[in-house]
């Protein structure tokens, strides 16, 4: 369940991207490959962190489930966006999507094709 809950907040901070359909073609493993190394610098982060991220992770995915039916993964664009926004409430929930976003972005500049990195 972490790891649909974790490709689902890949996937929102991705589809905000110009590139996302152009990626989505070039590489289809790429959000496999971005949650996995999101969730390895997560899971190599001390105690104190890394509890706290992984428990937030899965009361979010729990939520997701009870209240759509659906893992975030599989979540349209905008119901994972809505569902997000009423999310926030949780306390240091912007924190973890803040961490997510930004290794989720640095992970996606070494994977994309030097062409796209250019127009960067």
């Not at 490709?7 to 996995?36: H, M």
């Not at 729990?62 to 997000?84: A, D, N």
């Not at 009423?86 to 803040?98: G, M, S, V």
Request: aromatic share 12%; proline share 4%; glycine share 4%.
């Amino acid at each position: 369940m972490l790891k649909n809950t974790l490709a689902g907040f890949v996937l929102t901070n991705i589809e905000t991207l110009w590139l996302y359909k152009s990626l989505e073609r070039a590489n289809p493993q790429a959000i496999d490959d971005i949650s996995t190394f999101v969730g390895e610098i997560i899971n190599g982060l001390p105690w104190y962190y890394s509890l706290p991220s992984k428990v937030l992770l899965f009361i979010t995915g729990l939520l997701c489930i009870i209240t759509t039916g659906k893992s975030m993964r599989f979540l349209s664009h905008k119901r994972r966006s809505v569902f997000l926004k009423y999310i926030k409430i949780i306390p240091l929930f912007t924190a973890l999507n803040e961490l997510i976003r930004v290794l989720t972005f640095l992970r996606l500049f070494d994977i994309l094709p030097a062409d796209v990195t250019n127009e960067l």
